[in-house]
């Protein structure tokens, strides 16, 4: 279900269901001559749509204008619009306290761009992490009042939180690809040509994948659609863990 064409008795039965609420988030960058400048945000957008129309989730508009950085190529003409996290983390924040002021209590954001360690985080997924503790906090603090945790309400925090009642559950972040997936990891090259391949085979250009020479373009003659269609395969089987679907 796509957000923006759900009515409110629809809106109301999701939320009542506990329905995964998910936000696609990217970038737009530089990805080589042969690969469009949405090539991170088209890798979320593109496999979340896939899992749409096999499962139920809702599915918000996606958020396009993370921080790229200038580390793989200048901003002159190439595609690359880097927007610094300060300008982006009142916005999430936004947002993450809207969904939960409307009563969402799943939430999701998942997002492909710097995710090869996602652990240690990267300007784009650490901004939303952050914004999502701190529209935790704001709701619970608005909803509770100061001193919300330390009440004696709260004394069995601990064992609540440990029967899966966390409120800092509610909005969780998630790479595209789960951490060590069989499936290379790159900047334009095998990995995130193949994925293009199998998901916008309409935006690529492999003749000009040797656009400027550039070394991290150089495994990109190696992938096919059929090699996206596996790193696809692992990104769905992988979201639907993170969302607590059914296995297809």
Do not use: K
């Not at 918000?60 to 190439?78: C, K, M, N, Q, R």
């Not at 999430?92 to 009563?103: S, V, Y």
């Not at 070394?215 to 692992?234: H, M």
């Amino acid at each position: 279900m796509r957000f923006e064409r759900m009515r409110p008795e629809e809106l109301r039965a999701a939320i009542a269901a506990g329905t995964p609420v998910v936000l696609p988030i990217g970038v737009m960058e530089y990805h080589g001559g042969h690969l469009p400048a949405g090539t991170d945000l088209l890798v979320v957008t593109e496999t979340l749509a896939r899992l749409e129309a096999e499962a139920e989730i809702v599915l918000l508009p996606p958020f396009a204008y993370g921080a790229a950085s200038h580390a793989v190529i200048g901003p002159e003409g190439t595609g690359t619009l880097h927007v610094e996290t300060e300008a982006f983390l009142p916005f999430a924040e936004g947002i993450f306290r809207a969904l939960l002021r409307a009563g969402f209590r799943n939430i999701h954001g998942v997002v492909h761009h710097q995710t090869e360690n996602f652990a240690q985080g990267m300007p784009t997924d650490l901004t939303f992490r952050l914004a999502a503790r701190n529209a935790t906090f704001a709701h619970l603090e608005a909803e509770r009042g100061s001193g919300w945790w330390g009440s004696n309400e709260q004394r069995d925090y601990y064992a609540r939180h440990a029967a899966g009642e966390n409120p800092f559950n509610w909005i969780r972040i998630h790479p595209s690809l789960p951490p060590g997936a069989p499936f290379p990891f790159d900047h334009a090259g095998e990995g995130e040509t193949a994925l293009i391949q199998a998901l916008a085979p309409e935006t690529v250009r492999m003749e000009r994948a040797p656009d400027g020479g550039h070394w991290y373009t150089e495994t990109a003659a190696r992938a096919s659609a059929a090699r996206g269609e596996e790193g696809v395969a692992l990104a769905l089987a992988h979201l639907r863990r993170c969302l607590g679907l059914p296995e297809a």
